[in-house]
């Protein structure tokens, strides 16, 4: 069983930032692609920032220079630094990652930014 639980959400004002993180455990032997996604209320899931084993990066334009995305390989675990976040940055923001071809989501942390 594989397991993905995020962390670092939370309520911060328009300009703030946050760290959120996503440890993955279990029987894991590689984790190719780490992404994190959000939903926000009344909207599709979409996806925010990608990153390969090899460390190779994709965003959203949405969040481009705003958001980065890192990886510890060692320690199973993806981030997601938020800075200069915006009302509109609200919503549930999710782990995904693929292990060889096998999609495993987390169950989400909420990001709240108020204006």
């Known amino acids: 069983q594989v397991q993905l639980v995020e962390s670092g959400g939370g309520l911060v004002q328009a300009g703030g930032s946050l760290k959120l993180s996503c440890a993955v455990s279990?029987?894991?032997?590689?984790?190719?692609?780490m992404a994190w996604y959000r939903q926000a209320p009344g909207k599709t899931r979409e996806l925010v920032a990608t990153?390969?084993?090899?460390?190779?990066?994709n965003y959203a334009d949405s969040v481009k220079g705003r958001f980065t995305i890192s990886r510890d390989n060692a320690k199973n675990t993806a981030y997601l630094q938020m800075n200069s976040l915006e009302p509109e940055d609200t919503a549930v923001y999710y782990c995904?990652?693929?292990?060889?071809?096998?999609?495993?989501w987390g169950k989400g942390t909420q990001v709240t930014v108020s204006s």
């Open positions: 995904y990652v693929d292990l060889s071809g096998v999609s495993r």
């Open positions: 279990g029987t894991i032997f590689s984790i190719d692609v």
């Open positions: 990153i390969a084993r090899s460390g190779t990066t």
